[in-house]
């Protein structure tokens, strides 16, 4: 799919009047600096009392309706009761204001019409402003009034003041963007919240031996091995070597786990009695609570566990008294390990499980989420296209989720969050989402909330201290391409308490040192991140409200590792480009031994001879010419944090069955004729690869002929040449060799000859083993 010529996928630099600014003027506090000033209008309901009685039992239903315009707001009622406590909150956004006058109304809940109780009535332009960090407005009681403006019965307290989405009462309040969202569940979906990542261990469970086991069958030797189940993981050892009843195993089995630590590790030892029936010889469960948590590489100590065997008796599990069986095994919970649950490539978090392993903070990141721009519209609501756009960011453990602006393809957001930082060498996710549960969760019809877009920011690319303000594009992979969803608004600070602390963090690992003390196998690695981010993702979906699988695991990027053909040749183009910078200098060189600028070519004659001359000269004048090349190239130092690139990701111009073969299940669910066309594609892929492979094998095989005598007469021309060779060098001063050698690459074309060198001529005809391949 080809992009339309007017559309712009590229960053763009804002200028925004952030904190207020010059617009207002207003004395603020730095919680608020990097988003927009928005208006807004609080009321606080806090409770009524001396209510008059509506009902024939003497009693009422109060509730309150607070009324801007055409905008209203009701608490809940309370039954029966005179003297009832709301204590909620209501923000009109002084950009829809279009009434003069405040209403708050108490009303008497009935069957067939509400009874009015009484009233106050605001001047919109009486009413008090509030600045944080000045204290909360203290709730005064006002005296109801009928219509008419005459005093009745019943008294109400109230605060009202107008505010900025910094009051602290912003997040809990009813906000009047939200007016058409109803019921508990839908407004507790639109709010803002702070999440934190549950705290993830790798579990360590060194299988050592089994004692005294007792075998189902009793003739034969038994085919012995573990089986452990943490949760939904499931592990098992190989079968035991030692076909014994005293079974010997020495192996790991890895496990991620998460506080509060809820189900117990359960092992089995297990006798493969037929090709598909094992029978299980004993049992044992062990509360995660109990186990020793390690932080080092030094070894703890094993301990015996008793092997319990399970008979079903009416049902019930019960335990066999007389059981000797038992498991030597060496368990721990690894501190010392960084538990991935991200991608390597853009982690945002590189710190050990273990809290008192955690070095210092380096600094502060502080994201402003100002506005979205031209969101295309995500689904269909009473017969017109909306969208109800709501953002998520992820530094570190904590993840952060604004409140969702309802039937707008304009958001404004303006909400600012902070994290410490303690590696600048991580990337902070931001991800903009749909909401498709506005009417709470179960009466959304297992809906899915549709993803928008997402910016990813690495740390190391900001200038400390700077404000960074940008129009990031949202861009999407469809099945049929890329489309840009919209543009989201970001302002950005990374601002450093300790430059010495973060340039010295440039010097240390990456990981924890237990990355590389006891290194975990790349099968490891990726099992363990599997079920690292299903545990997260579980999680954060029990949260209230829950920030759902699908943005979770959007956000965590999983399924990255799947197969794309299109990311197979984004990666080859990427070496490809790598690659370039040494092909240009070799396509230079092959300029200068050519002479096709005789006049750089007799100077690099000169500096070759000074650097052969005065050889003590090479080493500083390639550190020299690296730092004039990097000084020169700080003229033109990127003042823009990197984005999504189209080009480079191949996205703007893949072919349709290509992205369709990349949203494809797995294992597929396309028709055959599609798949055998697929995999035919594929061969011939892999038949290129492995016709290089076989090329490069064929090379370092004839280096190894050298010596060999696979072809006598060529190991002897060498053999003899380095003898000679060994002789001239001994008795020749090295500096002649060197002018001698430099001057012959570099000798004039007239001297050259077309045909192959003698070297390469005698390399290409060693002999390889691939006249040993069927």
Known sequence: MHRPPNEDFSLKETKPHLGGGKVTG?????????????QYLYVRVVKARDLPAKDVTGSCDPYVEVKLGNY????????????????QVFAFSKDRIQASALEVTVKDK??????FMGRVLFDLNEIPKRVPPDSPLAPQWYRLEDRKGDKVKGELMLAVWMGTQGDEAFPEAWHSDAATVSGADGLANIRSKVYLSPKLWYLRVNVIEAQDLLP??????????????????SLR????????????????????AAEPFEEPLILSVEDRVAPNKDEVLGRCAIPLQHVEKRLDHKPLNSRWFNLEKHIVVEGEKKKEVKFASRIHMRI????????????????????????PLWKSSIGVLELGILNAQGLSPMKTKDGRATTDAYCVAKYGQKWVRTRTIIDSSAPRWNEQYTWGVFDPCTVITIGVFDNCHLQGGDKSGGAKDSRIGKVRIRLSTLETDRVYTHSYPLLVLHPTGVKKMGEIHLAVRFSCSSLLNMMHMYSQPLLPKMHYIHPLTVHQLESLRHQATQIVSMRLSRAEPPLRKEVVEYMLDVGSHMWSMRRSKANFFRIMGVLSGLIAVGRWFEQICTWKNPITTVLIHILFLILVLYPELILPTIFLYLFVIGGW?????PRNPPHMDTRLSCADNAHPDELDEEFDTFPTTRPADIVRMRYDRLRSIAGRIQTVVGDLATQGERLQSLLSWRDPRATALF?????VAAIVLYVTPFQVVALLTGFYVLRHPRFRHRLPSVPLNFFRRLPARTDCML
């Not at 207003?26 to 928005?38: A, F, G, K, P, S």
């Not at 190239?633 to 130092?637: D, E, F, G, S, T």
């Not at 053999?719 to 003898?723: A, D, H, K």
Request: charged letters at 30%; hydrophobic letters at 35%.
């Open 26 to 38: 207003d004395r603020l506090t730095n919680i608020y600096d990097l988003v927009e000033q928005m």
């Open 72 to 87: 209203k707001g009701t608490t809940r009622h309370f039954e029966k009761k005179s003297n009832p406590e709301w204590n």
């Open 110 to 115: 009935d069957f067939v019409k509400d009874d």
């Open 216 to 233: 189902i069958e009793k003739n034969g030797f038994p085919e012995v091995f573990v089986r452990a189940i943490l949760g939904n993981q």
């Open 237 to 256: 050892t190989r079968v035991s070597m030692s076909k014994t009843l005293n079974p010997l195993w020495n192996e790991d089995l890895m496990f991620v």
């Open 332 to 355: 721990c919970l690894e501190g010392g390990y960084h538990v991935l649950d991200e991608s390597t490539h853009y982690s945002s978090d590189l710190r050990p499980t273990a809290k």
């Open 633 to 637: 190239y700080y003229r033109w130092r």
């Open 719 to 723: 053999v003899i040449f380095c003898l």
